[in-house]
């Protein structure tokens, strides 16, 4: 059972496996996508429910890019469609949309829905719902860096919280929980800098299969775990 005293604020998701879910049943991986991006929307859709006040969804790493290119054009298009398709329910449940990531490299058509469904929600109050694409969170890093350096910052201004404000992630509430979906236990370079803090979850199900009660049964994980920030228990006092 999900404690509403006890949400996380912010949830970042790795949506994986949707190849190995697709090859199982003996469909073509653009199967699994198609499926994972039907979850996806159950997962905006559940969190908006809850009041969870940030989502960030990793839908396309840096490291993507390095897939054949007729997967990479699937992911596109799905991601278009998605997009088009999505604004009116954004919209509906109040949703504020912002992408974060190296955008620049992703295709003009996607750059134009990208800037229209961020201005379009920007004044949403409900759940701010994040897509990472083109992202790595080195090269977060990287461009935060060159960008203190370029406009003139001095060393000794930047702190934890100025840079925080360079990165893409600028303004989002810290990130608590990360969940990995399909058994596999790395970070894969996601929200490397956001994640110092937060609680990791990971399962075995493939990200097309992880429903509405999985996400629940992962928050509810989260919330008896005991965040310490580095200090010790209030019980030891
Ligand atoms: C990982 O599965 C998933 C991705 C690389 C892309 C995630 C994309 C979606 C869920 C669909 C589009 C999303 C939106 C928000 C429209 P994988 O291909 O790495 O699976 P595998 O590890 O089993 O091969």
Not at 75 to 85: S, T
Not at 90 to 111: D, H, M, T, V
């Amino acid at each position: 059972m999900v404690q509403p005293g006890k949400m996380p604020q912010h949830v970042g998701i790795i949506m994986d496996g949707n190849g190995r879910w697709a090859g199982m049943r003996g469909f073509p991986r653009v199967e699994g996508h198609r499926m994972g991006a039907e979850r996806a929307r159950e997962i905006i859709s559940a969190s908006s429910d809850l009041g969870l006040k940030c989502l960030t969804l990793y839908a396309f790493s840096m490291e993507n890019w390095q897939r054949p290119e007729n997967e990479i054009s699937v992911l596109m298009k799905l991601l278009e469609i998605y997009l088009r398709k999505e604004l009116e329910e954004f919209q509906r449940l109040n949703i504020r949309y912002r992408a974060i990531g190296e955008k620049w490299r992703l295709p003009e058509s996607i750059l134009a829905l990208i800037k229209e469904t961020e201005e379009a929600t920007a004044e949403n109050t409900g759940t701010t719902v994040v897509s990472a694409l083109s992202y790595g969170g080195r090269n977060e890093i990287l461009r935060a860096v060159r960008q203190a350096v370029t406009s003139g910052m001095k060393a000794e201004d930047i702190d934890e919280e100025s840079f925080s404000g360079l990165l893409d992630t600028a303004g989002l509430p810290p990130v608590d929980l990360i969940i990995r979906t399909s058994g596999e236990i790395r970070i894969s370079n996601f929200l490397l800098w956001q994640a110092a803090y937060a609680e990791l979850y990971f399962t075995d199900i493939f990200w097309p299969d992880f429903t509405k009660e999985e996400f629940l049964r992962a928050i509810s994980d989260y919330q008896m775990r005991e965040r310490r920030f580095g200090t010790v228990s209030a019980k030891e006092f």
